[in-house]
Antibody, heavy 119, light 108 residues
């Protein structure tokens, strides 16, 4: 059974860097695409980016200049770093596995980690 | 960039049929996924590649996609179907994922 679990600080100060880690069990990071998706309170889902085969990454162009997704295969974890955060980055951050078919589909999700940016 | 526009909130009585639409330029040429998100929970995939259901998803959930509109149909709606529903596509040119704005389904 594949499981994903987000972890990290829940409060970040404006202008600092947000970091959150996803620990994967029941699967290997060397397969599939591993994604970050966020959802501001009361708003829609927004795809942030993915890491594939522990090295290939691709990011949402609206966040690309501030985002880095990396992986630690020894711990079966992948992480998100978002620099220079503002209140607009306050959101629930989900990690999710993307299985490829005719297009990627997110078949396993973490329960989410609510990150708040304070001024 | 590619934009997905979902239908407004919908309210249906139990046992009736609910339809949620997702519009996009020539969306019929893309693979569409649908997710159900109940309050306080992570999204759950209910339809993928336009018409397919993952294991464990009831047959009451079905999808279609043609032209400029994809549709999620929920037959014999139950109270537990009350949730937000999101469509999602993949832009193969940029290898980016796009979500729609979500549609809230209320069961009366």
């Amino acid at each position: 059974q594949v499981q994903l679990q987000e972890s990290g600080p829940r409060l970040v100060k404006a202008s600092e860097t947000l970091s959150v880690t996803c620990t994967v069990s029941g699967d290997s990071l060397s397969t599939y695409r591993w994604n970050w998706i966020r959802q501001p309170p009361g708003k829609a889902l927004e795809w942030i980016g993915y890491i594939y085969n522990s090295g290939t990454t691709n990011y949402n162009p609206s966040l690309k200049s501030r985002v880095t997704i990396s992986a630690d295969t020894s711990k079966n974890q992948f992480s998100l770093r978002l620099r220079s955060v503002t209140a607009a980055d306050t959101a629930m951050y989900f990690c999710a596995r993307a299985r490829l078919g005719m297009g990627p589909r997110f078949d396993y999700w973490g329960q989410g980690s609510l990150l708040t940016v304070s001024s | 960039s590619y934009v997905l526009t979902q239908s407004p909130p919908v309210s249906v009585a139990p046992g009736q049929t609910a339809r949620v639409t997702c519009g996009g330029n020539n969306i019929g040429s893309k693979s569409v996924q649908w997710y159900q998100q109940r309050p306080g929970q992570a999204p759950v995939l209910v339809v993928y590649d336009d018409t397919n259901r993952p294991s464990g998803i009831p047959e009451r959930f079905s999808g279609s996609n043609s032209g400029s509109t994809a549709t999620l149909t929920i037959s014999r709606v139950e109270a537990g179907d009350e949730a937000d529903y999101y469509c999602q596509v993949w832009d193969s040119d940029s290898d980016h994922v796009i979500f729609g704005g979500g549609t809230k389904l209320t069961v009366l």
